[in-house]
């Protein structure tokens, strides 16, 4: 490597006008390793600065950590501020709300609010099955686009760039484009009509596929599963029948990598897979294994954490998404993203209050949104040291 | 050649990996497809789960909806659970003009974006700059950087504009009479030095709504954070070997290393502030499309909206990839 050309190149701009040309420059270090040459700019260097106050290295690194330490205090208040505050709120009494000296820490101080609060919605069984749903489709969505991501980073075949173009596309387009579409077409799924738009006509003229049954009574209702598996057997489905039936659209659409923000973590989990080095797959390749082993027993192992970040993005996701649930789960009191801000619970609370402009309902909506916060927040903290770990090994790098 | 060294060298060729078998005499043009073929198929195997959810679940009420905004849309007669499309050309096309409030937030969104992805594109890059640095407590900075990626969510964000409650507790946390008076000074200051009045409204209106700013900004700092972390130490070594100064080092090595990074971010920013959930535009269309009943109109304008969204995030890629450098290349 030429050091002295690109030490001249990265300095040209300090050397005075006055002082003597570059030759010299040159020919000063020439009995010098380029390691020696360094220590002398450096010792150089800090003679000029000597005597400054704010050149002392001391100094300048105190007053950085001095300022880095305000700031990020700052911003840390700024982030954690809310919380705090409806932490705060959901311990006060009505008094304390209103009296102007208190701030943080009521001077009353109840249970009550989550008292009420628990015992109106049902929050164990609300958590459970909020919980449940949100942990199935974070690792039905983490699975498939684990192994998608993989298949795109590992495997050259045609038009696969065309397939990634339609992967960049979903992680574009909103869903709000495209969600009053899905819901017609899982009302009336058909999967041999989907590009039919008579299909979900069920008044309009009936269209016959090769003559022989009338496909526009032959599609099933993907939200209703549970109503068909009712008419079908008679009775209503066990809990966790009927929790699968109840949500097939959304597994569904997690199981084939399709969900909310998917596209993202196909992403992720393509770049992550790339910088893995490739002397790993072919040392497994030449013992032997096949595609699904190396994958399994060697790929897999080093992509925990990523999978444990897509997963939370997943769970945190489908938690506190309400536009697609409100469209496929909307009458569910079960789903705790619906249920604290849901008209039918607010009626509860206020005939629990006496009435509807009393304070205590907003001071339950309040412990609302802390127990919906909290299953979450629990859930970071447990996966947070892989988290880091995940960005540590740097899946997103370009 | 004997029989098993052929063997062992056609199993060995991995395609686009022929140097790896440079050693031994190439057994490509014998054998050529099985491996590449085999590999092929795996690939496809391991995309199709993508595949099939696109082309069975997703692609068709993504074509759906499309079709919305060329038809008429009535709803079946009673009993049924369905509708009936009625082709109508560029009927619909008109609202996009007259439908005034379509037209403001649209014209809001755009006007505020450069602004905006410009402050969130900075702020980001100076946090992931900052918690990349050793200093204790370190963890527990970025795990509370982190957090609003976890805590946003829209049914919060419903919840506290209602929340009169709320906004009690927060006016009487945060007085706001200190703030008014810390503006009158700073304004004060402002005329005082002649300074222009218009930027210093900019910078206050950006200041006041920091904490959006990092609400907004948690996925690009992990991103550049990511970006950040993967550099080689050994760079910087090498520099510092050289007599650089950190400011130097900033401006020729993590400056260049981290470009392709800004426009990764840059491109999610615009699609995310254009059309995240709680973009005002987005939340007006999905009322009028599902409480209104204007399933054509608003399938119109949001189509129309998505391919502005969709030409801006393509010209925005288009000239900041040619600011990029690329290590490899």
Same mark, same amino acid.
């Not at chain 1, 005939?351 to 909290?374: K, R």
């Given at each position: 490597?030429?050091?002295?050309?690109?030490?001249?190149?990265?300095?040209?701009?300090?050397?005075?006008?006055?002082?003597?040309?570059?030759?010299?420059?040159?020919?000063?270090?020439?009995?010098?390793?380029?390691?020696?040459?360094?220590?002398?700019?450096?010792?150089?260097?800090?003679?000029?600065?000597?005597?400054?106050?704010?050149?002392?290295?001391?100094? *300048?690194?105190?007053?950085?950590?001095?300022?880095?330490?305000?700031?990020?205090?700052?911003?840390?208040?700024?982030?954690?501020?809310?919380?705090?505050?409806?932490?705060?709120?959901?311990?006060?009494?009505?008094?304390?709300?209103?009296?102007?000296?208190?701030?943080?820490?009521?001077? =009353?101080?109840?249970?009550?609010?989550?008292?009420?609060?628990?015992?109106?919605?049902?929050?164990?069984?609300?958590?459970?099955?909020?919980?449940?749903?949100?942990?199935?489709?974070?690792?039905?969505?983490?699975?498939?686009?684990?192994?998608?991501?993989?298949?795109?980073?590992?495997?050259?075949?045609?038009? *696969?760039?065309?397939?990634?173009?339609?992967?960049?596309?979903?992680?574009?387009?909103?869903?709000?484009?495209?969600?009053?579409?899905?819901?017609?077409?899982?009302?009336?799924?058909?999967?041999?009509?989907?590009?039919?738009?008579?299909?979900?006509?069920?008044?309009?003229?009936?269209?016959?596929?090769?003559?022989?049954?009338?496909?526009?009574?032959?599609?099933?209702?993907?939200?209703?599963?549970?109503?068909?598996?009712?008419?079908?057997?008679?009775?209503?489905?066990?809990?966790?029948?009927?929790?699968?039936?109840?949500?097939?659209?959304?597994?569904?659409?997690?199981?084939?990598?399709?969900?909310?923000?998917?596209?993202?973590?196909?992403?992720?989990?393509?770049?992550?897979?790339?910088?893995?080095?490739?002397?790993?797959?072919?040392?497994?390749?030449?013992?032997?294994?096949?595609?699904?082993?190396?994958?399994?027993?060697?790929?897999?192992?080093?992509?925990?954490?990523?999978?444990?970040?897509?997963?939370?993005?997943?769970?945190?996701?489908?938690?506190?998404?309400?536009?697609?649930?409100?469209?496929?789960?909307?009458?569910?009191?079960?789903?705790?993203?619906?249920?604290?801000?849901?008209?039918?619970?607010?009626?509860?609370?206020?005939?629990?209050?006496?009435?509807?402009?009393?304070? =205590?309902?907003?001071?339950?909506?309040?412990?609302?949104?802390?127990?919906?916060?909290?299953?979450?927040?629990?859930?970071?903290?447990?996966?947070?040291?892989?988290?880091?770990?995940?960005?540590?090994?740097?899946?997103?790098?370009? | 050649?004997?029989?098993?060294?052929?063997?062992?060298?056609?199993?060995?060729?991995?395609?686009?990996?022929?140097?790896?078998?440079?050693?031994?005499?190439?057994?490509?043009?014998?054998?050529?497809?099985?491996?590449?073929?085999?590999?092929?198929?795996?690939?496809?195997?391991?995309?199709?789960?993508?595949?099939?959810?696109?082309?069975?679940?997703?692609?068709?009420?993504?074509?759906?909806?499309?079709?919305?905004?060329?038809?008429?849309?009535?709803?079946?007669?009673?009993?049924?659970?369905?509708?009936?499309?009625?082709?109508?050309?560029?009927?619909?096309?008109?609202?996009?003009?007259?439908?005034?409030?379509?037209?403001?937030?649209?014209?809001?969104?755009?006007?505020?974006?450069?602004?905006?992805?410009?402050?969130?594109?900075?702020?980001?890059?100076?946090?992931?700059?900052?918690?990349?640095?050793?200093?204790?407590?370190? /963890?527990?900075?970025?795990?509370?950087?982190?957090?609003?990626?976890?805590?946003?969510?829209?049914?919060?964000?419903?919840?506290?504009?209602?929340?009169?409650?709320?906004?009690?507790?927060?006016?009487?946390?945060?007085?706001?009479?200190?703030?008014?008076?810390?503006?009158?000074?700073?304004?004060?200051?402002?005329?005082?030095?002649?300074?222009?009045?218009?930027?210093?409204?900019?910078?206050?209106?950006?200041?006041?709504?920091?904490?959006?700013?990092?609400?907004?900004?948690?996925?690009?700092?992990?991103?550049?954070?990511?970006?950040?972390?993967?550099?080689?130490?050994?760079?910087?070594?090498?520099?510092?070997?050289?007599?650089?100064?950190?400011?130097?080092?900033?401006?020729?090595?993590?400056?260049?290393?981290?470009?392709?990074?800004?426009?990764?971010?840059?491109?999610?920013?615009?699609?995310?502030?254009?059309?995240?959930?709680?973009?005002?535009?987005?939340?007006?269309?999905?009322?009028?499309?599902?409480?209104?009943?204007?399933?054509?109109?608003?399938?119109?304008?949001?189509?129309?909206?998505?391919?502005?969204?969709?030409?801006? /995030?393509?010209?925005?890629?288009?000239?900041?990839?040619?600011?990029?450098?690329?290590?490899?290349?």
């Amino acid at each position: 490597m030429d050091i002295k050309a690109f030490f001249n190149k990265l300095f040209k701009k300090e050397t005075p006008a006055t002082a003597a040309p570059s030759s010299s420059d040159e020919n000063r270090f020439a009995g010098y390793s380029n390691e020696e040459v360094g220590k002398i700019i450096l010792e150089e260097k800090k003679k000029k600065a000597r005597g400054k106050f704010l050149n002392n290295k001391n100094v *300048r690194k105190w007053a950085w950590a001095l300022i880095r330490f305000l700031l990020i205090l700052g911003l840390s208040y700024i982030i954690l501020y809310p919380l705090i505050l409806r932490v705060s709120v959901s311990f006060k009494t009505v008094n304390d709300v209103f009296d102007s000296s208190v701030v943080f820490i009521p001077k =009353e101080g109840t249970f009550n609010n989550y008292k009420n609060f628990i015992h109106t919605i049902g929050y164990p069984s609300v958590l459970l099955y909020s919980c449940g749903r949100a942990a199935v489709a974070g690792l039905l969505q983490a699975i498939s686009t684990l192994l998608v991501g993989y298949g795109f980073a590992r495997f050259k075949f045609k038009g *696969r760039g065309l397939v990634f173009m339609l992967v960049m596309f979903t992680m574009i387009i909103p869903t709000q484009v495209y969600i009053l579409g899905m819901y017609l077409k899982f009302r009336f799924y058909n999967p041999l009509t989907l590009y039919n738009l008579d299909a979900f006509n069920t008044s309009g003229v009936t269209s016959m596929l090769f003559g022989l049954f009338d496909m526009n009574y032959s599609s099933v209702n993907l939200l209703g599963l549970s109503a068909a598996w009712k008419s079908a057997f008679g009775s209503a489905p066990g809990p966790i029948i009927g929790f699968f039936l109840d949500n097939a659209s959304l597994f569904l659409l997690s199981m084939f990598a399709v969900g909310f923000k998917n596209g993202l973590f196909v992403y992720m989990f393509r770049q992550y897979f790339r910088g893995v080095p490739k002397e790993l797959e072919e040392a497994a390749y030449i013992d032997g294994a096949g595609f699904a082993k190396t994958f399994f027993k060697v790929m897999l192992p080093g992509a925990v954490p990523m999978f444990v970040t897509v997963f939370l993005f997943g769970f945190v996701w489908t938690y506190n998404d309400i536009i697609f649930t409100q469209q496929f789960n909307g009458s569910s009191e079960q789903i705790m993203a619906i249920v604290i801000q849901s008209s039918n619970i607010v009626n509860k609370f206020a005939s629990l209050a006496g009435g509807w402009d009393t304070p =205590e309902v907003q001071l339950y909506q309040n412990v609302g949104v802390c127990l919906h916060l909290l299953p979450v927040i629990v859930l970071y903290i447990f996966c947070q040291r892989s988290f880091v770990q995940s960005i540590e090994r740097s899946g997103l790098v370009g | 050649m004997d029989e098993a060294a052929k063997k062992f060298s056609s199993a060995l060729v991995v395609p686009g990996e022929e140097k790896f078998v440079s050693g031994l005499k190439r057994t490509r043009e014998k054998k050529p497809r099985t491996i590449a073929q085999k590999r092929a198929i795996a690939g496809w195997i391991f995309i199709s789960p993508f595949l099939i959810g696109f082309i069975f679940l997703l692609f068709p009420p993504i074509y759906t909806s499309l079709m919305f905004a060329f038809s008429d849309v009535f709803t079946a007669s009673e009993g049924y659970a369905g509708f009936t499309l009625v082709p109508a050309g560029f009927k619909y096309a008109e609202t996009l003009i007259n439908d005034l409030t379509y037209l403001q937030f649209a014209g809001s969104s755009l006007a505020t974006l450069g602004l905006q992805v410009l402050t969130i594109i900075i702020f980001s890059f100076v946090i992931a700059n900052i918690l990349n640095q050793k200093f204790k407590g370190r /963890t527990v900075a970025r795990a509370i950087f982190f957090l609003p990626v976890i805590t946003s969510s829209a049914a919060i964000v419903l919840l506290n504009a209602f929340d009169p409650l709320y906004s009690t507790a927060n006016n009487t946390a945060t007085s706001s009479a200190d703030e008014l008076q810390l503006m009158g000074q700073i304004l004060g200051l402002v005329e005082a030095f002649k300074l222009p009045t218009d930027a210093t409204k900019t910078i206050t209106g950006l200041v006041g709504n920091v904490s959006t700013m990092i609400k907004n900004s948690g996925v690009q700092i992990l991103i550049f954070l990511s970006g950040l972390q993967s550099i080689s130490p050994s760079l910087f070594e090498s520099s510092k070997i050289e007599g650089a100064t950190p400011w130097e080092n900033f401006w020729k090595i993590t400056f260049p290393m981290i470009s392709p990074l800004i426009l990764v971010n840059t491109v999610y920013t615009v699609i995310d502030s254009l059309s995240g959930l709680d973009n005002q535009l987005m939340n007006y269309l999905y009322t009028k499309k599902i409480s209104q009943y204007k399933y054509s109109a608003g399938a119109m304008e949001s189509w129309a909206y998505f391919l502005v969204v969709f030409a801006i /995030t393509g010209i925005v890629a288009l000239i900041i990839s040619k600011l990029v450098y690329y290590e490899n290349e």
